[in-house]
DNA sequence: AATTCGTGGAA
DNA sequence: TTTCCAAGAAT
């Protein structure tokens, strides 16, 4: 019995073996792929890779996830690896990619592997449905992919493709279980190549802004594109991005080292390194310093969160001596490069030349 | 169930 | 310049 009465999709079947040999043909290289040439003949990806990938790739572009996937893979070649690495060697790794909740669940996930499977990653989605930042997707993708379990893998691409596939005239929102469900009756054999073909499709063919129909191999049974496959999926209105205020401290020493601390544990770039700032507002306020010291202001620095924008005022000063700034650590400018500094706190500190 | 989580590149 | 958005998860 299904929690939410999930509006039943009643369609045509798709057409999966169209699918499937689009891909034989099409087929993009990706660093964790297994072309379908390969698997078929038995060569399976390794889980660990797979499951890096999925979680790089979560809300975030190939082309960002590519340096990121050859560090971390050559860092850290096996999960046990990774699982013994330190949590903050880790957010150093993934700094400047964004959403550090998936690098925390990363490593938290790697040591369940290591405690629970005994440093063999599950392959069912089931399994992999209980690890720390695996959810409905990544576990239906790594599991398919993997193992060829055949269940439905359902990501932002074939959301949109199927949006356009079945003209669906509702925001995906309020129709995620029943594509779902619709999806899951189409899966076939080689359920892992059907469903990389089916973001490959996403992602090439039926693009958000641009649908290539007479060469996808769904155009025949698809209803979207009968008129305007781009006015699918139908969206939500978004709500405008407020803006917030602050000042930041780039606080130097005698020689040069920059001051550094921890933010909290929880919430906005959570555990990873900062700066000193003042409170983020949404009026611009007038800035209280530190410390008294030789203050001198910085060109300012804006930075675009996904719900606000962020107005920076930057300044800098020597500290004074000797100083007491307890919590935190100093950091030689050649040094940066090894701290966990999100892309904010980097364009902040290239602010004052570093 | 609606919000909260980053970032950089493309149109 | 502004807008959109990319292989989502946790709460």
């Not at 899966?187 to 007479?214: E, K, Y």
């Not at 979207?224 to 000042?247: I, M, N, Q, S």
């Amino acid at each position: 019995m299904p929690k939410s009465p999930a509006r039943q999709i009643d369609a045509a079947p798709l057409d999966a073996a169209a699918v499937l040999q689009w891909y034989d043909r099409n087929a993009r290289d990706l660093p964790w792929r297994v072309p379908p040439a390969d698997r078929a003949r038995g060569i399976a990806p390794d889980p660990y890779r797979i499951w890096l990938s999925e979680v790089m790739l979560q809300q975030t572009t190939i082309a960002a996830v590519r340096s990121y996937y050859a560090r971390f893979t050559a860092l850290w070649p096996s999960v046990a690896d990774l699982a013994a690495a330190p949590l903050d060697r880790v957010l150093v790794e993934w700094a400047g990619l964004g959403y550090y909740a998936r690098a925390r669940n990363l490593h938290a996930c790697a040591r369940a592997v290591v405690e629970r499977h005994g440093g063999v990653f599950p392959t069912r989605s089931a399994e992999l449905l209980a690890l720390p930042g695996i959810g409905a997707y990544t576990a239906a993708a790594i599991a398919a992919i993997t193992g060829d379990e055949e269940v439905a893998v359902l990501d932002g691409n074939v959301e949109r493709v199927l949006a356009r596939y079945l003209a669906l005239p509702v925001p995906v929102r309020e129709a995620k279980e029943g594509l779902r469900a619709y999806l899951q009756e189409q899966v076939p054999q080689r359920a892992g190549d059907f469903a990389q073909a089916m973001m490959d499709l996403g992602a090439t063919i039926c693009a958000p802004r641009s649908a290539l129909c007479m060469l996808c191999p769904l155009q025949p049974g698809c209803l979207g594109t009968r008129a305007d496959p781009l006015v699918y999926p139908v969206k939500a209105a978004k709500p405008e991005r407020p803006v917030r205020f602050g000042h930041a401290f780039v606080i130097r020493d005698r020689d040069g080292d920059i001051y550094l601390r921890r933010r909290p544990e929880k919430g906005l770039l959570a555990r990873m390194a900062e700066t000193p700032t003042t409170p983020w507002t949404d009026e611009a306020l007038p800035v209280v310093f530190p410390f008294a010291a030789d203050w001198r202001a910085l060109m300012p620095i804006t930075h675009v969160f996904t719900h606000f924008r962020l107005e920076l005022s930057v300044w800098t000063a020597e500290a004074p001596v000797p100083a007491d700034l307890a919590e935190g650590w100093w950091a030689a400018p050649e040094g940066l490069d090894d701290e966990a500094l999100p892309s904010l706190f980097r364009k902040v500190l290239a602010s004052a030349g570093l």
